[in-house]
Each structure stands twice: as structure tokens, then as C-alpha cells.
């Protein structure tokens, strides 16, 4: 069964400050591995995923995330914070047969002034 | 790209009553999902609703509790049953569109028990 686990409820970054998320994942197969950013009262928005190709992955609004096969884990950068990336982020999987997503719990990012 | 209309995007029901959710897709897919993000917390896949077949269920949810529709490839329906407080959360409509590309979501429902 695939699984994910996102390391920390909240974090708190100052504005200008690299942004770190963790995520770990368990799956049985080749994953793929999708970072969504849910700002208050809205819907959820992918802001990148891995499908096997590069292990490096860019995204929207200067989010990156990189895949480690060896340590299990997809974490999300950024390297300097806005006002605006305040928001709460998912670390989902899903297999490459079912097409079951499985979502983390999620992290709040707060950023300070 | 997939465009979800979900119905009622709110509602308030008293407890010991059902309420259905409608989802409706502007193109054919093969599988759609039923999520439900309770207050403050992440998605939890309730079910995968294959059309022409039963729907599956993930752990902790049943079929006489949260019953299925999927009459074709671009609707379903989702039924929340005999409803009490707990079942207070948001309900999310989304498909695959084959490629595991990513998963698209309808606007939710957000539903209320009294």
C-alpha cells in the first residue's frame, strides 16, 4: 500500500528565506509524486509532479522538488519566500496502475514579514 | 484538461437524513474519485468509482454509508447517509484523465450537520 508522510504541520519562514517541505513516501512500484497548494477557501492546485523523468522537477511559482529513490523522499524548495506562498501543502502519490492518489496530511506554511 | 461541475457546492442537513452529491465532467473518463477533507485536515479517498462497475472503498468507509453512482463516463453521484455531526467536511469530485497526469477537482460541496 502506498503512503505518505509529510514531516512537520507547520513551518514558519521569514519572507526571503528558503522554503523547506518534507515529504516521504511508501509505494510498492515506481511512484508518481505530486506536490498541490491549497490557499484559504480555494480549491487545490498542482504546483508539480514526478513521472519518472527528470529527478529534479520545477514547478509553478518558483517551487522545485527533487526525487531521492535512495532516501524515499520528494521535498519542495523554494529558495526565497513571498508573502503570497502562505498556504497549505500536499504531498500526494499514486501508482502507476490504480491511479489512487493518496494524500499527506498536509503542511501550513506561514510566512513572516 | 477536465472541467468537474459539483452539486450543491453547500448545504445543511439535519442529523438522520442523506444528502447526494452530483458530479458532472465535460469529458469522458474512465475513473473518478470521491475525497473528503474534514475541517483543518488533508483528503482522505473515500472511494474510486469505475463506470460499469462497483465502486471500491478504502478503508474505514462502506458502501451503505457513503453509496455510488457511476450510470455513465461522465457523472456520478456520491450519497452521504443517515447523517450525523461527523460527517461535517467537504466533499471533492475528481478524475484522472488517463495519464496520471494530475488529478482535477471539482469545487466541493461543504456540508454541514446539525
Known amino acids: 500500500a502506498q503512503s505518505v508522510t509529510q514531516l512537520g504541520s507547520h513551518v514558519s519562514v521569514s519572507e526571503g528565506a528558503l522554503v523547506l517541505l518534507r515529504c516521504n513516501y511508501s509505494?510498492?512500484?515506481?511512484?508518481?509524486l505530486f506536490w498541490y497548494v491549497q490557499y484559504p477557501n480555494q480549491g487545490l492546485q498542482l504546483l508539480l509532479k514526478?513521472?519518472?523523468?527528470?529527478?529534479l522537477v520545477k514547478g509553478i511559482n518558483g517551487f522545485e522538488a527533487e526525487f531521492k529513490k535512495s532516501e524515499t523522499s520528494f521535498h519542495l524548495t523554494k529558495p526565497s519566500a513571498h508573502m503570497s506562498d502562505a498556504a497549505e501543502y500536499f504531498c500526494?502519490?499514486?501508482?502507476?496502475?490504480?491511479?489512487?492518489?493518496?494524500f499527506g496530511a498536509g503542511t501550513r506554511l506561514f510566512v513572516k514579514a | 484538461s477536465a472541467v468537474i461541475s459539483q452539486k450543491p457546492s453547500r448545504d445543511i442537513c439535519q442529523r438522520g437524513t442523506s444528502l447526494t452529491i452530483q458530479c458532472q465532467v465535460d469529458?469522458?473518463?474512465?475513473?473518478m474519485f470521491w475525497y473528503r477533507q474534514q475541517p483543518g485536515q488533508s483528503l482522505t479517498l473515500i472511494a474510486t468509482?469505475?463506470?460499469?462497475?462497483?465502486?471500491?472503498?478504502e478503508s474505514g468507509f462502506v458502501i451503505d454509508k457513503f453509496p455510488i453512482s457511476r450510470p455513465n463516463l461522465t457523472f456520478s453521484t456520491l450519497t452521504v447517509s443517515n447523517m450525523s455531526p461527523e460527517d461535517s467536511s467537504i466533499y471533492l469530485c475528481?478524475?484522472?484523465?488517463?495519464?496520471?497526469?494530475?488529478?482535477?477537482f471539482g469545487s466541493g460541496t461543504q456540508l454541514s450537520v446539525l
Open positions: 468509482a469505475n463506470q460499469g462497475s462497483e465502486a471500491t472503498y
Open positions: 475528481s478524475v484522472d484523465l488517463g495519464t496520471n497526469e494530475k488529478l482535477f
Open positions: 514526478y513521472t519518472s523523468a527528470a529527478t
Open positions: 500526494a502519490v499514486s501508482d502507476t496502475a490504480g491511479f489512487k492518489t493518496i
Open positions: 469529458s469522458q473518463v474512465t475513473m
Open positions: 509505494s510498492s512500484v515506481p511512484p508518481y
